[in-house]
């Protein structure tokens, strides 16, 4: 019972993340859509059915809006499929110029290309991105404009000494570069009114004192962009230090009319560099209060006679709105600070692309390397921008720079480390997300900033399909003309409803409209499946597109048939209407019957091998002893256990004659290893034949493994993992073994020899003892014998 509650519950989960995953991923069925232009913009899968006997009795008229494989499984023909697709079109692709410094032919800065392609047409399906490739390669001795731009308030007095000579000796180091290179010059201090500067009489004609200086003004424009430096040189030789009040000065109001005022300062379509010279911070929008100035800047030109004339009139520019004015001009900012400023105009940098930062000498005495490093390392890096995109369009970028490197994102706008005469190239993916409400052709550009070349994209949208052309308004086919018929179903107009428009919306929930869409008078309205529309059901959509409602009442389903395998009628046949319809050869209320005998034919061409009955494609064994798809496994006949010897042993052991070939000849049956013969099934516990085997191998090794088909016709072998070796002789027992027996055997020896002499010896004294005992001596004295003594007397001894 814990078993069959376990196998419903998998089986939920399963068809609950299918269904999950249906219903996120299939946009066309969420849409809802109610004629083909409405299908179309819900996705780049989605296709609308155009055949007029498309639709089943209870399909509502957005089911003919589904992703194209499921259209056309429905019975939809692919060529009644309305999917029109996105296209694109270049209207202008130049190539690349591949221009040399010193070439004899000279050409002009519109005649040279660094963008391509420049202009082209997009197509945009909704969801469907149209992407092509955008070239830019730096070209070699590409004019230079470089506008000057200096702060003359009193701090930088000493400055203005070395800017004097700033024309000649920048030109010649900018021939380097280019052989058209133009400079300009202008000055800024600080706003006209208080509290930025004294607007006492005697301080407005000479804000310094003990030096003679020329009165305050926000911004002059005192030489405009030329090819003549010992001009800059003059001019600015004759300029002045003035002086203000406060700390920050008004550079930015100067910047804004730079970056505006083109025709007064002579920018041309070439590379703009402004160089922003100063000592101290700046004013932005807001200080202005200060002055009394509330207006907010306008971002307008407001130069006569080349001086800022409203500086008293309009605030600060913002720092977005600079950079607006800056990005929309193409202008590249070199800020040349002191060190002291440094971080301040680092963080403004951050915030103005484009734009470099370099440390200027309390003298400007490095001015010219500084502009010189600051050119090379904007001019090394390109970073696209579009301009504004339409409601619902995005955009994507994929760069492919120097040395293979490829990025995405945000990173995918930019290339780095770019040298003159280098190509890179950039994927520029534009998708729609719907249709813009007008429907009308859109126009974005994409442009590298600081670069005047721009690529214009036209925008054109598919709104609606082809066939929506060929509709018939007020179509006789729509109940008398309350609706336009195209792409195969009526598009009802404004109060109708219904599938041929043929109710008032006024008239859809009605007692008597929902009488007819009750089945056998019962309460269920269309079988609690769908809706009831004009009298008539329209059936709910399920979120598997697969699945579908259908029926006069909707009671019908093609999804509740039984199963087979887990599969839907088996997987041989169709659902309709809660019964499977089989296909050929199968049977059953499940179709898993099969009619055909084939699978039950074995290698002989007999049925089952002649031991058993083919049953619904499956052979049923009439002897028990006999298993597997043809009734040819026998498991516990002799022979089974030398057949699958050498595959058990080469997968088991790694070792036998099938060693090399085994994962080819051995693969038919599951190992399962366990560490000892108990643990080795046992006939008596399992529910199929099971056959013991004991093989030995060349090492005269034993193996002990079980060979079985189980119920599902499944090989299995059970292997012991350890071989049953026999041991070989311990030599050192045998060795000391062999000495020991020899001393023993010594040992004994001397031993019995020790004892049979103890014996003897005794037998010999108990022999000597009983002849002497037998013996008869004579006591008279042996005339014969003679004393060994001889006894000498001293005739001298006294006996003293």
């Known amino acids: ?425 950039f994927t520029i993916s534009v998708t729609s997300k719907g249709c813009p409400r007008q429907g009308k052709p859109e126009t974005i550009k994409i442009k590298p900033l600081g670069f005047t070349e721009e690529v214009a994209i036209t925008l054109n949208f598919i709104c609606d399909c082809e066939c929506h052309k060929e509709g018939i308004k007020n179509s006789q086919l729509c109940h008398f003309g309350n609706g336009t018929y195209e792409c195969g179903a009526c598009k009802c107009n404004e109060g109708r409803v219904g599938r041929q428009c043929e109710c008032s919306s006024n008239d859809v929930a009605t007692e008597d409209t929902d009488q007819t869409c009750r089945k056998d008078n019962s309460t269920d309205i269309c079988s609690n499946n769908g809706d009831c529309v004009c009298g008539t059901c329209e059936c709910k959509k399920r979120d598997n597109p697969d699945e579908r409602y259908s029926g006069q009442y909707c009671e019908c389903d093609n999804f509740n048939c039984d199963r087979s395998g887990n599969k839907l009628c088996g997987g041989h046949g169709r659902c309709e209407c809660r019964v499977c319809i089989c296909d050929s050869e199968w049977t059953g209320s499940a179709c898993d019957c099969s009619l055909s005998d084939r699978d039950c034919k074995a290698s002989n061409e007999q049925i089952c091998n002649g031991r058993g009955t083919c049953e619904c494609g499956t052979c049923k064994c009439t002897d028990p002893k006999f298993q597997g798809p043809t009734c040819e496994i026998c498991p516990t006949c002799p022979g089974v256990c030398t057949e699958h010897k050498e595959c058990v042993q080469c997968r088991a052991f790694g070792t036998g004659e099938r060693k090399d070939t085994c994962e080819r000849d051995c693969s038919y049956f599951k190992l399962i290893k366990v560490k000892d013969r108990d643990k080795l099934p046992q006939p008596s516990g399992s529910s199929y034949p099971m056959m013991h085997c004991k093989e030995r191998d060349a090492n005269d090794c034993w193996f002990y493994f079980t060979y079985a088909v189980n119920n599902n016709t499944d090989k299995e072998v059970h292997v012991v993992d350890t071989l049953d070796c026999p041991t070989g002789p311990d030599i050192i027992p045998i060795v000391a073994g062999v000495v020991a027996g020899i001393v023993l055997i010594g040992l004994a020896l001397l031993l019995i020899w020790k004892l049979l002499m103890i014996i003897h010896d005794r037998r010999e004294f108990a022999k000597f003892e009983k002849e002497k005992m037998n013996a008869k001596w004579d006591t008279g004295e042996n005339p014969i014998y003679k004393s060994a003594v001889t006894t000498v007397v001293n005739p001298k001894y006294e006996g003293k």
Request: aromatic fraction near 8%; include cysteine.
């Open 1 to 425: 019972m814990m078993e069959l509650k376990l196998v419903l519950i998998s089986t939920l989960l399963v068809h609950f993340c299918y269904c999950n995953s249906q219903k996120e991923g299939n946009e066309c069925i969420n849409a809802n859509a109610k004629y083909c232009g409405e299908c179309i913009q819900a996705g780049d899968r989605c296709g609308w059915c155009t055949d007029p006997n498309f639709l089943k009795q209870g399909e509502t008229v957005s089911t003919r809006c589904d992703e194209l494989q499921s259209l056309m499984k429905r019975g939809c023909h692919a060529t009644m499929i309305e999917n029109p697709r996105g296209q694109q079109k270049f209207l202008s692709n130049k190539t690349v110029t591949n221009r040399k410094k010193g070439a004899e032919a000279k050409l002009k800065p519109e005649d040279i290309t660094q963008i391509q392609p420049q202009k082209l047409s997009l197509t945009l399906r909704s969801g469907e991105p149209q992407s092509f490739d955008l070239k830019f390669k730096r070209a070699e001795d590409y004019p230079i404009d470089l506008y000057y731009l200096m702060d003359l308030s009193y701090s930088m007095k000493d400055d203005l000494e070395n800017v004097k000579n700033l024309g000649t000796s920048l030109m010649l180091e900018m021939e380097k570069i280019t052989s058209d290179f133009r400079i300009g010059f202008g000055s800024f201090v600080e706003k006209t009114v208080m509290p930025y500067i004294s607007t006492t009489p005697a301080k407005v004609l000479n804000p310094c004192t003990g030096d003679n200086c020329t009165s305050p003004f926000s911004y002059k424009n005192v030489l405009k962009l030329t090819s003549d430096g010992k001009k800059f040189n003059t001019l600015v030789g004759q300029q002045h230090i003035s002086g203000n009040l406060d700390s920050p000065e008004g550079g930015f109001d100067a910047i804004m009319q730079v970056a505006v005022c083109g025709e007064q300062i002579g920018w041309r379509n070439v590379t703009r560099l402004l160089v922003f010279s100063t000592d101290a911070g700046f004013h932005f929008a807001g200080d202005g209060k200060l002055g009394g100035i509330v207006l907010p800047n306008d971002g307008k030109c407001h130069l006569e006679n080349n001086v800022y004339t409203m500086s008293h009139y309009y605030d600060y520019p913002s720092i977005a709105h600079l950079v607006q004015k800056l990005s929309d001009n193409n202008i590249q900012t070199i800020f040349a600070v002191t060190e002291e400023f440094q971080p301040v105009y680092q963080e403004l940098k951050n915030l103005i692309p484009k734009s470099a930062v370099g440390t200027l000498s309390a003298n400007s005495s490095n001015v010219i390397n500084l502009i010189i490093d600051a050119y090379n390392s904007l001019s090394s890096e390109v970073i696209l921008e579009n301009s504004k995109l339409p409601e619902g369009v995005t955009i994507a970028y994929t760069s492919r720079c120097k040395n293979g490197v490829v990025s995405e994102g945000e990173n995918g706008r930019k290339c780095s480390n770019i040298s003159i005469g280098d190509e890179v190239m």
